[in-house]
């Protein structure tokens, strides 16, 4: 049985100019004018399996949908069309210190964060000194988040997530913030994660780390799928591929390098 | 297609889940609410004392300025009391769940939980609010006597008159948290409505034989009753003030209004919780 299944999924935004306003909409019905909303979208068709203890990697430009299927797989919003199946905990990295609130300790904020994921107050009890020791934050503990470091924040809001021992890790650009020692801390526990059974999802403009951690990778395109295979393979097409473009229309905005989650 | 263990997100179908996913994941909610108050509390020195500190000052403000200068009756600060302390739970509720969902973009975003723990953790915050705020209601019968005896069997009315309130600001959280999603304005709209709701409901004043609704027909006075706040209020001030139960009829319309309410903010809630990650 597969960690991920994605069948047919198709996903439409509503394009709205400007934000919606209740009154404004009174006014739209009462007068009948048509909703000058269009429709987007983000991604389309796209099928694949992700089996239990396997690495997926999502690339493509901004735009291609990888956000969008992101947000699919940690089931926090609902496909247009087709269907997902997910099967177990979901472990989504947040970006560095969301999640955390800022005027609680350290200690409070581990139980808030872990609970929202899932873990009921003695699964917590129990991983709590594990997660203080991985986050290395000290006597910080029990200081309010405000006080940390971005370095500690990150370090504290993975060591949560590390520990929460998901069944699926969802991992965005989250990790580019830290610095080298941490990134490197990380990418170790992610793999020694997969060697526990665990199933990563990630999403990466680095292809360093792409290479690295996942055996396959997916190339979204517009929201199609452009290419479906082993890491290498779709890392090399997809680099070629935009070398030619580059050279052709002498960049056209978009690098594959850079920039933020599409 | 989700396996049971991850948390629901609710088809259309599940309104009664509203409630019973609560129960299972009162550890979310019992963090989210030692959250809030931790995080209002934490960096002032008086700490709860503040949440006492605004009723107060309008207790004093009344005392003095209605009872000094306008020659009402001793008693008047404690029957605006009564009626306050619950208007003002109302109030913060309502405010706090229409931002409850777009206070909490990343959350939502990113991390699949029961949403509607987010409007029901601030209804809880506010909850404990009401009843640190509920001391002063005492205070004040003990210094400002009521012209009538209320030690009676008509309490045991009042926690039936806080369950009342309590899913009345629930299915209107609930209402004002999804909507305000898709709506921006519906904040301000809340806003607006809340202060309008202070002078129509009967705070300040009361709906008896000498209240400015007598020199109206009577049909204004129906209507004031389709005001769901204001059969609770006077409930309120029958039992705490006036030493009697509460009228039935009017009382009655709050809870036909409380359930008419419900229903639409879970049904609204749940329609609009599918685009809550989409629209943020």
Known sequence: MPAIRVENVSKGYR?????????????????????????????????????????LAVIGTNGSGKSTLLSLI??????????????????PLLE????????????????????????????????????????????????????????????????????????????????????????QKCEKTMREMLARGTTLFLVSHDMSQVRELCKRAL???????????????????????WLIHTAEADGPGDSPVDGDAG | MVQATVPSMGTRADSMQTFTDLYKYRFILGNLVSKELKAQYRNMSLGFLWALLNPL???????????????????????????????NFFTYCLAGCSMSIVGNVSLVKKVRFPRQILPISVICTHLIHFAIQSTLVVLALIVFTPPHDIVSVHLLWLPVL??????????????????????????????????????????????????????????????????PLSGLLEGFRSVLYF??????ITLGMSVAMTFILGYWGVKSFWKQEREFADLL
């Open chain 1, 15 to 55: 394009l709205v100019k400007q934000k919606p306003f209740l009154a404004k909409e009174f006014l739209r019905r009462i007068l009948q004018r048509p909703s000058s909303a269009g429709y987007f979208m983000a991604l389309k068709d796209v099928s694949f399996e992700v089996p239990k203890g396997e690495s």
């Open chain 2, 162 to 227: 806080v369950v009342i309130e309590i899913g009345l600001v629930t299915g209107i959280g609930l209402l004002v948290a999804g909507l305000n999603v898709v709506y921006r304005d519906v904040q301000y709209i809340v806003e607006s409505i809340l202060t309008i709701l202070f002078w129509v409901s009967p705070v300040l004043w009361s709906a008896g034989p000498t209240s400015p609704l007598e020199r109206f027909p009577d049909w204004v006075y129906y209507a004031y009753f389709l005001n």
């Open chain 2, 243 to 248: 030493g009697t139960s509460p009228d039935l």
């Open chain 1, 219 to 241: 190339w979204l395109h517009k929201g199609e799928m452009r290419m479906l295979g082993p890491t290498e393979e779709v890392v090399h097409e997809y680099l070629n591929t």
């Open chain 1, 96 to 183: 560095l210190g969301a999640g955390f609130h800022p005027d609680l300790t350290g200690h409070e904020n581990i139980y808030l964060n872990a609970s929202l994921m899932g873990l009921s107050r003695e699964e917590i009890d129990a991983r709590l000194d594990a997660i203080v020791t991985y986050a290395d934050i000290g006597e910080f503990l029990d200081a309010p988040i405000a006080t940390y470091s971005t370095g500690m924040q990150a370090r504290l809001g993975f060591a949560v997530l590390a520990h929460v021992e998901p069944d699926v890790l969802i991992v965005d650009e989250a990790l580019s913030v830290g610095d080298g020692g941490f990134r």
């Open chain 2, 57 to 87: 000052v309008l207790i004093v403000v009344l005392s003095v300025a209605w009872t000094v200068f306008l020659e009402a009756p001793p008693s008047f600060p404690s029957m605006v009391i009564v009626a306050l302390i619950p208007y």
């Open chain 1, 74 to 91: 940690a089931q926090t919003s609902y496909p247009t069309q087709g269907t997902i199946d997910v099967r177990g905990r979901i472990g």
